[in-house]
């Protein structure tokens, strides 16, 4: 059990002494142990080296911290060697032996450092690598100095100054100003600047109570960015929230988290719990008259909760259904009591603002869209993860300098931004600088971060219609337009996928979709059309050639694609072994045949050839 | 009460605050299709057939006027080619899922949507929910409600067993816009019986009618005939 502190001057000597107790040269052992570190094998990274560090008895001279993702998914699970900064990727638990040994020594093994993929040579730092160069981590960076578990460890590294700088102000509108200096802009999706938000919060009437949420139902398939910061840093969200609170007079704070993430419920449920034993959450905090309490709500896992008027019907315990606004949520929310909704990565950033002042934080990025922004980078690229980067980077940026560019042969074709409701921006506009204006206007939004990345191999016909079959499931149903228009748009691109579409109904479907996107009531209906006009706008090409040649020119849809085999067999018969259906014929040493009549186009025979002779056409 | 000025189809008018744009486009006389709306039950919002145009330029959009509050200041189109555009893709979808309904066949007729152009379906319900609202807010027995979302969207009684607050009042089927839960006797496929057309229900001339009819076994209508 920690003590309580019962004032301001408490708080500060803890910290004090929490800094002053820790000797920084102690070689330390990082270890992510996000929910993506843990699935990659983070959990026996850090068994062997418990087992090693206590069988070599160095307990004391190496210590071993669990942080929560770092976003380097491409290389978990890894290990990060504090504080020379070392890293070592993907990380075999028997290795661990040796790098415990190394640690003690002060040495580096060099033959488990990443390479790089050019010139193939070493890469020690992590501050080093080619992904980490171009990216401003300013949240992100902040998950691998500490373990999300343990409050004294945020603390040290600085956290809760800021709300005690605030609470030591003294003046709540000055909180709202600071954060309205800073420009700082919803990261949910929408964009709507935080400050005006809280300032129309502010000025609500507060005898009934007013409410603050963080919305963590995070939602977008290929999008975690939310996750890792819940994970890793859930103190952040907690200082956030209370700084929020204390600039707009709300006196209860709900965290919405979706409960597929178990791993950020639990470490969110714990911060929680930690910060009331020390006096930062509850009745007067810091011994001051500001009182304020968070408290946690699992959601239940539909999409459409995210959408803010459905997502307070939802902690209300209700079926979450998205409502009319006006009234605004800042006007009627939970249980009628004014109430302001922010993003995770919006909370994360005000304990930032508040401790850099608003003017350094507006320095970043660009005049209407300060800060930097954390993407979910994933698809056929080479380095998948986390990127957090200033606003206004340009496309290219990203998916070359940071990502690497392209993970196959294939060369890249499109991006896809802001998840279902979000829209691909084709290679030629990869100059375009992210942020949530251009965005908008290039036909995607900005959406909550995820970014998915498309070479030629992805048919942008199959893309619009994986979209489309998530968003007729997720859709709530209320609107008509939205619910059946979904489904139409889906029958229609399903249609044109197999090749029986008509141009007629590709008409239709342009036509439908400016409708679905006109008449639907809430966010998730307005942008649901989106991967179907964007696909539309950049690469109609496409869809008329899977309608007038019935062809699909990335061999993706089965329907419209035959598998053969050239001269370039040698009959090696791994093709014969692998196919499922017995599809493919041919003695050893000869040209093989696929029978078209079997062939169910599952793609193993090509996965398994070496001599490039399966062609798709 | 506070007055609210407006402009609609730009003509300057007042109304009361609280007043629904529906309300305040009906009261002065401008038509406005609706399905899931209905006098004395909450505005939902689910049909869309009731969009109008609000605001201008680029900040123009389609709002829902059942559910839309009247604003100071706004300006309002109730028949725009945006605004008859999507009615008529509405009305369009609603045909093309709903063919049988008559409501729906004559709004369309009215719209001048003589064809639909997607795959045909039967279906009889359109999830409007004034059966749901009826149930609640009039009946106070709530014993119906959604289940589900998006493409399995549903209503009925949890778990689909015959509800307890139930009290078999037919409200659910008396506010039906597309009069859904009609008598259809143990021929699925002959979903129009006629019966409120010539108010004699086919089942009448057959020998067993127990368990096959519609919810409020026994059926009502036969009931009647058989006492009279």
Known sequence: MREKLNSIDHFEALQDRLVSE????????????????????????????????????????????ITGCHGLCEMEPCVLIEPEGTIYPKIDPTEMARIVEAVARGEVLEDLLSQDPETGARIQKQKDLPFL??????????????????????????????????????????????????????????????????????????????????????????????????????????????????????????????????????????????????????????????????????GAGAFVCGEETALIRSIEGKIGEPRQRPPFPVEKGIDNKPTAINNVETWANIPIIIAQGAQQFA????????????????????????????????????????????????????????????????????????????????????????????????????????????????????????????????????????????????????????????TAMCGLGQTAPNPV????????????????????????????????????????????????????????????????????????????CKFEAVDVT | MPEIGLTINGLPVTVDEGTTLLEAVRFLGWPIPTLCYMDGLSPYGACRLCVVEIGEGAEARLVSSCTYPAQEGLKVRTASER?????????????????????IQDLAAAHGVRQQRFKQEYEDCILCGRCVRMCEEQMMAKAIGFRNRGENRSIGTPFDIKSDVCRLCGACMYVCPTCQLRCTYNEPERAICGACANLTPPCIDKEQFNDMMCYMSPCVACEIEKEG
Request: aromatic share 6%; with cysteine.
């Open chain 1, 363 to 518: 320095e970043i990025g660009t005049a209407n869209n300060s800060g930097t922004k954390v993407f979910s980078l994933v698809g056929k690229i080479r380095n998948t993860g986390l990127v957090e980067v200033p606003m206004g980077t340009t496309i290219r940026e990203i998916v070359h300098d940071i990502g690497g560019g392209p993970a196959g042969n294939a060369r890249i074709k499109a991006v896809q931004t802001g998840g279902p409701s979000g829209g691909c921006i084709p290679a030629e506009m990869f100059d375009l600088p992210i942020d949530y204006d251009s965005l908008v206007e290039a036909g995607s939004i900005m959406g909550s971060g995820g970014m998915i990345v498309m070479d030629e191999d992805t048919c942008m016909v199959d893309v619009a219609r994986y979209f489309m079959n998530f968003l007729k499931d997720e859709s709530c149903g209320k609107c008509f337009t939205c619910r059946k228009g979904t489904q139409r748009m889906y029958e229609i691109l399903d249609d044109i996928a197999k090749g029986s579409g008509t141009l007629e109904q590709l008409d239709l479907l342009e036509e439908l979709a400016h409708v679905v996107k006109d």
């Open chain 1, 22 to 65: 820790w000797d920084r040269d102690v070689p330390t052992i990082v270890i992510p142990a996000g929910t993506c570190g843990r699935a990659a094998g983070a959990d026996e990274l850090i068994h062997a080296t418990q087992q090693e560090i206590t069988s070599r008895k160095l307990d004391g001279r190496i210590r071993l911290r």
């Open chain 2, 83 to 103: 605004v008859l555009r999507a009615r008529r893709m509405t009305l369009e979808l609603l045909l093309a899922s709903c063919p049988q309904s008559k409501t």
């Open chain 1, 533 to 608: 006009l964007s696909t539309l706008r950049y690469f109609r090409d496409e869809y008329v050639e899977h309608i007038r040649k019935r062809r699909c020119p990335a061999g993706v849809c089965k329907e419209l694609i035959t598998y053969s085999i050239n001269e370039n067999c040698v009959g090696c018969q791994a093709c014969v072994r692998a196919c499922p259906v017995g599809a493919v014929k041919g003695r050893e040493k000869e040209q093989h045949s696929i029978d078209a009549e079997k062939c169910i186009k599952c793609g193993l025979c090509r996965n398994v």
């Open chain 1, 133 to 298: 160069k171009k990216q401003v981590r300013t949240i992100l960076g902040r998950n691998e100095m500490l373990d999300p578990m343990r409050i004294e460890d945020y603390v040290r590294s600085g956290g809760y100054s800021a709300m005690a700088k605030v609470l030591a102000r003294g003046a709540p509108a000055a909180v709202v100003e600071d954060v309205k200096a800073s420009g700082l802009r919803g990261r949910g999706g929408a964009g709507f600047p935080t400050g005006r938000k809280w300032e129309l919060l502010a000025k609500q009437p507060s005898d009934g109570g007013k409410f603050l949420v963080c919305n963590a139902d995070e939602g977008d398939p290929g999008a975690y960015m939310d996750r890792s910061v819940l994970e890793g840093n859930p103190h952040s969200i907690v200082e956030g929230m209370i700084i929020g609170a204390y600039g707009t007079g709300a006196t209860e704070g709900v965290i919405y988290v979706r409960n597929e993430y178990p791993l950020a419920v639990e470490h969110a449920d714990i911060a929680l719990q930690q910060a009331r034993e020390l006096g930062l959450l509850g009745e007067h905090i810091l011994g001051t008259d500001f009182c304020f309490d968070i408290s946690l709500v699992r």
